[in-house]
C-alpha cells in the first residue's frame, strides 16, 4: 500500500534556526508529493508540492526536494520565525488513483522567540 | 473570491442526535472530500465524491452519511450511530488534473454533550 512517515513532533526551535522536517514515503506508482500547513484551528493550506522527481518547490522560505532515490520529500527553511509556528503534514498522490491524498501524521513545529 | 466554505465553525449537539456540516466551493472543482481530524493527529478519510451524483466510502464511513446533488455541495451527516463523533471536520476539494493539490475548507469543530 501507500504510505507517508514524518518525523514525530513536537520540534522546538529558536528564531532564526535553520528547520528540517523529514518525510518518507512508500507508492505503488509515482506519486505528485505535498507539504501542507495548518495554523491553530484552521484548515489546512497548501505550502509547497513536487509532481516528479529532482523538482523542488517553494514558497515562503521553505524548500523541499523530490528525492525519488531515496523516497524523500524532506521541508527545510534556512531560518525560521515564530509566525511558523503551525503543524506541517506530508502528503502524496497516485496519477492513477485522482488526486487522493494520503497524508503523514504530521509535524508540530513550535518556534521560540 | 474562489474557496471551499464550512459552517458552522462550531457545532454543539447532543447525543443521539443527528447533525449535518455543509461544505459549499465555488471553484468548478468536481472531486470533494471529508476528513475527520482528531486532537494532536493526522487527517483520516470519512467519504469522497470524484462526480456529481456519485461518492465512495473512504477509511472511516460507519455512522456517517453524505450526498452529493450538486457540483458546488458536498454536507455530511453526522449519525447517533457514529460512536465518538466529537472531532474536527475538514471538508476539501481538488480539480481533475492529474497532481492538482487539494484545496481545504476552514473546518467545522464537532462537540458533542
Known amino acids: 500500500g501507500n504510505s507517508v512517515t514524518q518525523m514525530e513532533g513536537p520540534v522546538t526551535l529558536s528564531e532564526e534556526a535553520f528547520l528540517t522536517i523529514n518525510c518518507t514515503y512508500t507508492?505503488?506508482?509515482?506519486?505528485?508529493l505535498f507539504w501542507y500547513v495548518q495554523y491553530p484551528g484552521e484548515g489546512l493550506q497548501l505550502l509547497l508540492k513536487?509532481?516528479?522527481?529532482?523538482d523542488k518547490g517553494s514558497n515562503k522560505g521553505f524548500e523541499a526536494t523530490y528525492r525519488k532515490e531515496t523516497t524523500s520529500f524532506h521541508l527545510e527553511k534556512g531560518s525560521v520565525q515564530v509566525s511558523d509556528s503551525a503543524v506541517y503534514f506530508c502528503?502524496?498522490?497516485?496519477?492513477?488513483?485522482?488526486?487522493?491524498?494520503?497524508f503523514g501524521g504530521g509535524t508540530r513545529l513550535m518556534v521560540k522567540p | 473570491d474562489g474557496g471551499i466554505t464550512q459552517s458552522p465553525k462550531y457545532l454543539f449537539r447532543k447525543e443521539g442526535q443527528n447533525v449535518t456540516l455543509s461544505c459549499e466551493q465555488n471553484?468548478?472543482?468536481?472531486?470533494m472530500y471529508w476528513y475527520r481530524q482528531d486532537p494532536g493527529q493526522g487527517l483520516r478519510l470519512i467519504y469522497y465524491?470524484?462526480?456529481?451524483?456519485?461518492?465512495q466510502k473512504g477509511d472511516i464511513a460507519e455512522g456517517y452519511s453524505v450526498s452529493r446533488e450538486k457540483k458546488e455541495s458536498f454536507p455530511l451527516t453526522v449519525t447517533s450511530a457514529q460512536k465518538n463523533p466529537t472531532a474536527f471536520y475538514l471538508c476539501?476539494?481538488?480539480?481533475?488534473?492529474?497532481?492538482?493539490?487539494?484545496?481545504f475548507g476552514p473546518g467545522t469543530r464537532l462537540t458533542v454533550l
Open positions: 476539501a476539494s481538488s480539480g481533475d488534473s492529474l497532481g492538482n493539490e487539494q484545496f
Open positions: 507508492a505503488t506508482g509515482y506519486p505528485s
Open positions: 513536487a509532481t516528479k522527481a529532482d
Open positions: 502528503a502524496l498522490s497516485l496519477n492513477n488513483a485522482g488526486n487522493m491524498l494520503t
Open positions: 471553484l468548478n472543482h468536481d472531486a
Open positions: 465524491s470524484q462526480i456529481v451524483n456519485d461518492f
